[in-house]
């Protein structure tokens, strides 16, 4: 009965290297959600996902951040020419499909932490 | 001005007391809450997922919803040094995305 599941725990880039958090949802559940999580602050949302399919990506930076959740494997969160303010925590979520109109929770992993030296 | 605000605390408490956590909403689009449990180095933990206005309860938790005055609380009875952690509001409309406070770090004293 895993979790969702994230790894690695922890990864320690240089400025101007590429950042690759992967996230594998809960069995069974088809949408992904990837929240960034800074120091002293709440978490934030950057992108929804289903299979194959990106449903809102409001909240991710249109430059160096991108997200796919493909067919077969894990959700990838790729971070592009990383800069110091990219340092946090990032948090993946899932949930199962959608009943109808009726929402369905989010539950999360236990997150990436990011450092950028 | 955010769309959701919780007041970050921090919040003692003596083992036992009744622990009262609450948040406010701007956006009147919200139908759904949800109250997380986060320890230190890790993810957020669902406690409690309420849909519209009312009250639930789990166990030595309850939670309410009043919608009229955009405000829900979190309730925590016979409180345990277990329940130090931070709080975390949530809330959303139809869409995917969960808006959430600051939390509330709070702590239980044996």
């Known amino acids: 009965n895993a979790g969702v599941m994230q790894n690695p725990r922890h990864l320690v880039r240089r400025r101007g290297q590429e950042a690759r958090l992967r996230c594998s949802p809960m069995?069974?559940?088809?949408?992904v959600y990837w929240y960034r999580q800074l120091p002293e602050e709440g978490l934030k949302f950057m992108v929804y996902?289903?299979?194959?399919?990106?449903?809102?990506e409001s909240g991710m930076p249109k430059e160096r951040f991108s997200a796919e959740f493909p067919k077969e494997g894990p959700s990838i969160l790729r971070i592009q020419q990383v800069v110091r303010g990219d340092s946090a925590a990032y948090f993946c979520?899932?949930?199962?499909?959608?009943?109808?109109?009726?929402?369905?929770?989010?539950?999360f992993g236990d997150g990436t932490r990011l450092s950028i030296l | 001005q955010k769309e959701v605000e919780q007041d970050p605390g921090p919040l003692s408490v003596p083992e036992g007391a009744i622990v009262s956590l609450n948040c406010t909403y701007s956006?009147?689009?919200?139908?759904?809450f949800m109250w997380y449990r986060q320890y230190s180095r890790k993810g957020p933990e669902l406690l409690m997922y309420?849909?519209?206005?009312g009250n639930k309860e789990d166990g030595r938790f309850t939670a309410q919803v009043d919608k009229s005055s955009k405000y829900i609380s979190l309730f925590i009875r016979d409180s345990q040094p277990s329940d130090s952690a931070t709080y975390l509001c949530?809330?959303?409309?139809?869409?995917?995305?969960?808006?959430f406070g600051q939390g509330t770090t709070l702590q239980v004293k044996p």
């Open positions: 979520a899932s949930s199962p499909l959608a009943r109808g109109n009726s929402n369905q929770p989010q539950h």
């Open positions: 069995k069974g559940h088809s949408h």
């Open positions: 996902l289903q299979k194959e399919n990106i449903i809102d």
């Open positions: 956006n009147s689009a919200f139908q759904y």
């Open positions: 309420t849909y519209s206005s």
């Open positions: 949530a809330m959303n409309g139809n869409t995917g995305k969960l808006i």
